[in-house]
T-cell receptor
Framework: AQSVTQPDIHITVSEGASLELRCNYS??????LFWYVQSPGQGLQLLLK??????LVQGIKGFEAEFKRSQSSFNLRKPSVHWSDAAEYFC??????????FGIGTKLQVIP | EPEVTQTPSHQVTQMGQEVILRCVPI?????FYWYRQILGQKVEFLVS????????KSEIFDDQFSVERPDGSNFTLKIRSTKLEDSAMYFC??????????FGSGTRLTVV
């Protein structure tokens, strides 16, 4: 069955520190991959997406993600976290026009 | 940038009442979806719609739910007789195969 795993439910980082949020997927073929961010009570904002090509994808707000086929991973990174990055982050995957399968989400807390 | 528009942003309804959630997908998109997110939980797929018919639905999408594209622009989700457990954020999304998904900002449904 298709699945997306985010092993870290909650992560706390200091402002200015680097961030890496983990995501693994299980799909029959290489899926389309996404990272979304959600602030409390708000909608889903697309940070970045991977369809094919360069395995390092740049997104908005200084985020990037690297697709690693051998590890079935699509980890999200940011070199220096800002307090405004505190939110919930969802990794998601799709087989194209098919439904999107979401991970359970990782809540990011940023401390001064 | 094109947006998916959802109305209303918040709806309160009494248990047993019918509700219709409205969405205006991006105009050149062909695939439409509804997802829901119960408070504090992951985003779950409900239904996908293509070429004026349901292409896939989850086990959540039972006989109480229906979708419709009544004209060339709107895409609606109807819940016939709401239950307390239907309280959630409902997200509409649309996609064009080569472009990826765009989610609306959601409708928060509260059943009292």
């Amino acid at each position: 069955a298709q699945s997306v795993t985010q092993p870290d439910i909650h992560i706390t980082v200091s402002e200015g520190a680097s961030l890496e949020l983990r995501c693994n997927y299980s799909y029959g073929a290489t899926p389309y991959l996404f990272w979304y961010v959600q602030s409390p009570g708000q909608g889903l904002q697309l940070l970045l997406k991977y369809f094919s090509g360069d395995t390092l994808v740049q997104g908005i707000k200084g985020f990037e993600a690297e697709f690693k086929r051998s590890q079935s991973s699509f980890n999200l990174r940011k070199p220096s976290v800002h307090w405004s990055d505190a939110a919930e982050y969802f990794c998601a995957a799709s087989g194209g026009y098919q439904k999107v399968t979401f991970g359970i989400g990782t809540k990011l807390q940023v401390i001064p | 940038e094109p947006e998916v528009t959802q109305t209303p942003s918040h709806q309160v309804t009494q248990m047993g009442q019918e509700v219709i959630l409205r969405c205006v997908p991006i105009s050149n998109h062909l695939y439409f979806y509804w997802y829901r997110q119960i408070l504090g939980q992951k985003v779950e797929f409900l239904v996908s719609f293509y070429n004026n018919e349901i292409s896939e639905k989850s086990e959540i999408f039972d006989d109480q739910f229906s979708v419709e594209r009544p004209d060339g622009s709107n895409f609606t989700l109807k819940i016939r007789s709401t239950k307390l457990e239907d309280s959630a954020m409902y997200f509409c999304a649309s996609s064009e195969l080569s472009y990826g998904y765009t989610f609306g900002s959601g409708t928060r449904l509260t059943v009292v």
